[in-house]
């Protein structure tokens, strides 16, 4: 989808939307307008920094543009003590509750309940579906209160049956353009569905210390350095230590058919860039099973020469690390997709290969101006093409930070016009 086609369907709406924070607004109905209060319904899993950027981005946003406003999130079950206290202390004040609504129509727990009926609007955050399709559907059957969606997949395998349910909210953003195509044709009743970028897009947490301890202990300057993060088609999660999820063995089985099928196109960029320009490059993960990954598909796979000058990172790390590692290097490139959205939110090159086992979240990378940064594996003209496109970005970094820019300032124009729509949906 062209970006003037859906952003064409926002004029209408923005320009009611300008009135509401409007000084008029203000006189007519008073300086004494209370506050919103919103429970922001988002953190899906901390095994991913890519999930856990989701949250800190949208309440960036809603800082940013509707300060005003109270926020509460409401957390799955699996957030944990130190990705909570990441986000304290970038937000504060931030009050954090957990738990389901039952059937009949109370939170869990104390908390939710007050939550719940403090709240004046509901805000589904990022995701791959309407991943709290469950307690958007309690909070509105028993509330009667009002919600929107910011920026989310729709009718992937990941996806439920949500169209009535959509068409219930004030308003639904999707992230990519095929999900907003596809909400369109199934007639979603929705008065306002639009593309808004993913929220971790506008992401900022930082941790810069240990950021810079690790660049230096590993060797690396600031850039110059590319970060490759490597994954497998499917998600390995009975891999990690503690999960109860069982061995997939379908799963795993397309993941051994395709693992050198698909880092082949990254291990030759890495060579191409090592044997051909100063950088070094760091392997890095996005989620807790791409270490073993990236060691065993990429590092020992290099030749000794381009090994000398790649470093492979060993450990997991949490959101605000990896983000001031990122805004450290030169760029980015690999198959994942949250990496590179983090950095191209600050101001980082980033190319992003895809394939049919993820849901449709990389087209966002054409719907923001990044088309032929963005590289579909299961091509095998487009796969054969990686090695060339992340050389020539390493060669003319100038030209791809003007080009990341540009994009950067188009996904800020949505971020800001979408979020007047929050605001007024909130009045």
């Known amino acids: 989808m062209k970006r003037r086609h859906f952003l064409s369907s926002a004029v209408a709406t923005l320009a009611a939307a300008s009135l509401v924070t409007s000084g008029a607004y203000r006189r007519v109905h008073g300086a004494q307008h209370k506050a919103p209060k919103i429970l922001l319904r988002s953190s899906w899993q901390v095994v991913n920094i890519g999930d856990i950027a989701h949250t800190p981005g949208v309440l960036a946003l809603l800082e940013k543009y509707i300060p005003e406003a109270e926020v509460i999130l409401w957390a799955s079950a699996d957030l944990s003590d130190p990705v909570a206290a990441m986000e304290h202390r970038r937000f504060p004040k931030l009050k954090i509750v957990k738990g389901s609504i039952g059937t009949n129509g109370r939170g869990s727990n104390d908390d939710l309940q007050q939550a719940i009926d403090s709240a004046d609007f509901l805000l589904h955050g990022s995701g791959p579906s309407l991943v709290a399709a469950k307690d958007v559907a309690a909070f509105v059957e028993h509330t009667k209160k009002p919600f929107g969606v910011y920026g989310i997949t729709h009718g992937s395998f990941l996806s439920g049956d949500d169209k009535q349910l959509l068409g219930q909210a004030k308003f639904v953003f999707f992230r990519d353009s095929v999900s907003l195509d596809k909400a369109i044709a199934e007639s979603?009743?929705?008065?306002?569905?639009?593309?808004?970028?993913?929220?971790?897009?506008?992401?900022?947490?930082?941790?810069?210390?240990?950021?810079?301890q690790f660049v230096a202990a590993q060797g690396l300057e600031p850039g110059k350095f590319l970060c490759c993060l490597s994954r497998l088609r499917y998600t390995p999660y009975w891999s990690i230590p503690g999960s109860k999820r069982a061995f997939d063995e379908k799963r795993h089985g397309r993941n051994e058919e395709m693992k050198?099928?698909?880092?082949?196109?990254?291990?030759?960029?890495?060579?191409?860039?090592?044997?051909?320009?100063?950088?070094?490059?760091?392997?890095?993960?996005?989620?807790?099973?791409?270490?073993?990954?990236?060691?065993?598909?990429?590092?020992?796979?290099?030749?000794?020469?381009?090994?000398?000058?790649?470093?492979?990172?060993?450990?997991?790390?949490?959101?605000?690390?990896?983000?001031?590692?990122?805004?450290m290097s030169a760029g980015l490139f690999g198959s994942e997709m949250h990496s590179p959205i983090m950095a191209v939110g600050n101001g980082v090159p980033a190319i992003v290969c895809r394939f049919e086992e993820q849901t449709s979240k990389g087209i966002m990378w054409r719907d923001i101006g990044l088309g032929d940064w963005l590289y579909n594996l299961d091509e095998e003209v487009e796969c054969a093409r990686v090695p060339e496109a992340v050389l020539s970005m390493a060669q003319n970094l100038t030209q791809a930070k003007q080009k990341t820019e540009a994009a950067r300032q188009f996904v800020m124009r949505r971020q800001r016009e979408t979020m007047e729509i929050v605001r007024k949906a909130l009045s």
């Not at 979603?188 to 810079?212: M, N, S, T, Y």
């Open 260 to 327: 050198d099928h698909d880092h082949r196109p990254l291990r030759q960029a890495i060579i191409d860039v090592v044997r051909n320009t100063p950088l070094k490059v760091l392997l890095c993960p996005e989620d807790m099973t791409q270490m073993a990954v990236g060691k065993e598909q990429l590092l020992e796979k290099l030749p000794e020469d381009v090994r000398r000058r790649v470093v492979w990172r060993e450990g997991f790390w949490l959101t605000d690390e990896a983000l001031s590692v990122y805004r």
């Open 188 to 212: 979603v009743a929705c008065p306002i569905l639009q593309f808004a970028p993913d929220g971790a897009f506008a992401c900022d947490l930082r941790d810069e210390d240990r950021a810079k």
